[in-house]
C-alpha cells in the first residue's frame, strides 16, 4: 500500500491550553435550566468551542483517506495531519478488501444504492435474507434478524422483549445501546459489577424469589468496548436456565475477529447454539454499519418483527451494505480469516508489549481493542494532540464514556498494522503522555497533582 507522509501539523509550537478547555465533562452541562430548550445549550457550546481552538476537542474528526493502517485525517477545527491509524474500527482490514469491494459494485449493479423500504413492508432483497441465513449458520442457530444500526438492534432487542413489570440485570459496562433499552423498558433495572458472575447470580436468585411471575433478561457482552475483557459466558447462561431468565450476549467487537471462525467469545467459550439470545454489530470486523439479533426460534424473531421499533420503522440495510457484510462474512470464515485474525492477534500482542516495556500496563485481554490508561482528563486532552502531531491517530475516551478521572485511550488495532507500525505507535503515544506531564507538572497552579491523580481545579457549571 502506498506510504503516505504527514507533515501538516509538526512544525508548529504547542502553547499550554486555557484552563477553561481542560477543565470540566459533559458532565457538567447534562441537566441545563431554563425555559428555552434552545439557548440553554449555548454553554454546551462555548466550553467545546474552547477546546477545540485549544485543539484538545480530539472528537467529530474526519478521514480524508481509506481508514487504512495510516490514514490522513483532519481535525474538526480544519486541521489536517494523520499517520499510523490506531483510531479506525475495521478489524480485519476488510473495508479494503478487493472482494468485498467487487461485491459493493455487483450489488449496485443488480439493486442499485437503496433498500426503499422498512423490513416489515419491502426493504429486503435477495441478499439480506442471505446474510441472516448466513449470520444464523455460523453462530449455529437456526434464525437472525438484521437492523439498520448495531446500536438498533441492542435496543431493540431489549424493548422488543421487556416489558414495565420485567426485569433486567446487567453488568455495569454494558453498551449504551442496552443501556438505554433498559431504561426505556422498565425500572425494574439492576447494574452488576462488572465481570461478577457471583453478583449476576445473587441478583437473579432475589428476584426470582420474589417475583415468578415476570421475566428477567441478562446482559452482558463477548469483549467489553473499554476494558477489553470477557465474561464466563458458560456459567451466566447455566444461572440463567437455572432461574428461568434470558441471556443476552453483545458480541459487537469479538464476532468476526476472536476465535474459531470467528465465531469470538461465544465459540471459544464452545457455546455455539446455546446462547439465549445473541446481538452484533457490522461496524468493526465487516466493514459496513449495521446490526442483527440471532435467535433460536421462529416465535422470538417474529416478536422482534412487530415489537422492535428500531427495525420496524426503520429504513432496512441497503443492498450495498448487506452485499459488504455478506462477502465479508465468507472472507471472516475462510483460511483467509483466520491468517487475518492472527495478523491482528500479533499486532495487539506487539503494542502491548511495548507498552509494558514502557510501563504502561494496557486493559484486559489481547483483542482488536487495546485500551491504554491515562487518568485526568487534562492529561488526555493535551496527550491526544501531541500524538496527533507526532504522527500516530488515537482515539481518547472520557466521561460519559468512562468514568470521571479514568480516561484512557481506546486503541483499535488491525491485522493490516505490521509490528513496527505497532511499536512505532506505542511509543508515540508514551512520548505525548510524557509531555503532557511534563507540561501539567510545569503549569501545576491549573493542574491539581495530589494524591497521584491529576485534575483540573474547577467548580461544576
Not at 31 to 59: C, H, I, K
Request: charged share 20%.
Amino acid at each position: 500500500m502506498h506510504e503516505i507522509s504527514f507533515q501538516a501539523v509538526n512544525d508548529r509550537p504547542t502553547p499550554y491550553p486555557p484552563v477553561a478547555a481542560l477543565g470540566k465533562s459533559v458532565a457538567h452541562f447534562a441537566r441545563p435550566s431554563g425555559p428555552n430548550l434552545l439557548r440553554r445549550t449555548d454553554r454546551l457550546f462555548q466550553w467545546v468551542e474552547s477546546r477545540r481552538q485549544a485543539n484538545v476537542w480530539p472528537y467529530v474528526r474526519s478521514l480524508d483517506s481509506a481508514p487504512a493502517a495510516t490514514a490522513a485525517i483532519r481535525y474538526e477545527a480544519g486541521d489536517p495531519g494523520g499517520g499510523i491509524n490506531l483510531a479506525s474500527q475495521d478489524y480485519l482490514g476488510l473495508s479494503s478488501h478487493p472482494q468485498v469491494h467487487a461485491a459493493a459494485i455487483e450489488s449496485v449493479a443488480r439493486f442499485g444504492v437503496h433498500s426503499a423500504g422498512s423490513g416489515v413492508l419491502l426493504g429486503n432483497t435477495s441478499i439480506s435474507l442471505e446474510l441472516e441465513r448466513s449470520i444464523a449458520e455460523t453462530l449455529h442457530v437456526p434464525h437472525a434478524l438484521l437492523f439498520p444500526t448495531g446500536w438498533a438492534a441492542g435496543y431493540g432487542a431489549v424493548v422488543a422483549l421487556v416489558r414495565p413489570d420485567d426485569h433486567i440485570v446487567m453488568d455495569e459496562l454494558a453498551h449504551a445501546c442496552l443501556q438505554s433499552g433498559a431504561q426505556a423498558s422498565t425500572r425494574n433495572v439492576v447494574r452488576v459489577r462488572h465481570l461478577d458472575t457471583e453478583a449476576f447470580r445473587a441478583a437473579i436468585q432475589r428476584i426470582r424469589a420474589a417475583d415468578a411471575r415476570n421475566g428477567i433478561l441478562v446482559i452482558t457482552e463477548g469483549v467489553f468496548s473499554m476494558d477489553a475483557d470477557s465474561p464466563d459466558i458458560r456459567s451466566l447462561q447455566a444461572i440463567c436456565r437455572e432461574y428461568d431468565a434470558t441471556l443476552l450476549v453483545d458480541i459487537a467487537h469479538d464476532f468476526g475477529a476472536l476465535g474459531p471462525g470467528g465465531t469470538g467469545q461465544i465459540g471459544i467459550q464452545g457455546m455455539l447454539g446455546e446462547v439465549d439470545l445473541v446481538m452484533g454489530s457490522f461496524s468493526k470486523t465487516f466493514a459496513s454499519n449495521g446490526g442483527f439479533v440471532a435467535v433460536r426460534t421462529p416465535e422470538v424473531k417474529q416478536f422482534m418483527q412487530i415489537y422492535a421499533g428500531s427495525w420496524m420503522f426503520s429504513n432496512a440495510l441497503s443492498p450495498v451494505q448487506a452485499a459488504t457484510v455478506l462477502e465479508a462474512l465468507r472472507i471472516v470464515r475462510s483460511p483467509e480469516g483466520g491468517i487475518l485474525r492472527h495478523q491482528l492477534q500479533a499486532a495487539s500482542l506487539a503494542i502491548r508489549d511495548e507498552f509494558g516495556r514502557g510501563g504502561i500496563h494496557c486493559l484486559g485481554e489481547p483483542t482488536a481493542i487495546v485500551p491504554t490508561p491515562v487518568g485526568a482528563e487534562a492529561i488526555g486532552r493535551i496527550a491526544s494532540w501531541l500524538v496527533f502531531r507526532k504522527g500516530a491517530l488515537v482515539n481518547l475516551a472520557e466521561f460519559p464514556v468512562v468514568p470521571v478521572g479514568a480516561s484512557r485511550f481506546r486503541i483499535q488495532m488491525m491485522a493490516a498494522h505490521t509490528e513496527a507500525q505497532a511499536r512505532t505507535g506505542a511509543r508515540l503515544v508514551m512520548e505525548a503522555l510524557a509531555e503532557a506531564r511534563e507540561m501539567a507538572e510545569r503549569h501545576r497552579s491549573h493542574v491539581n497533582l495530589a494524591r497521584g491523580s491529576e485534575s483540573v481545579a474547577d467548580t461544576p457549571a
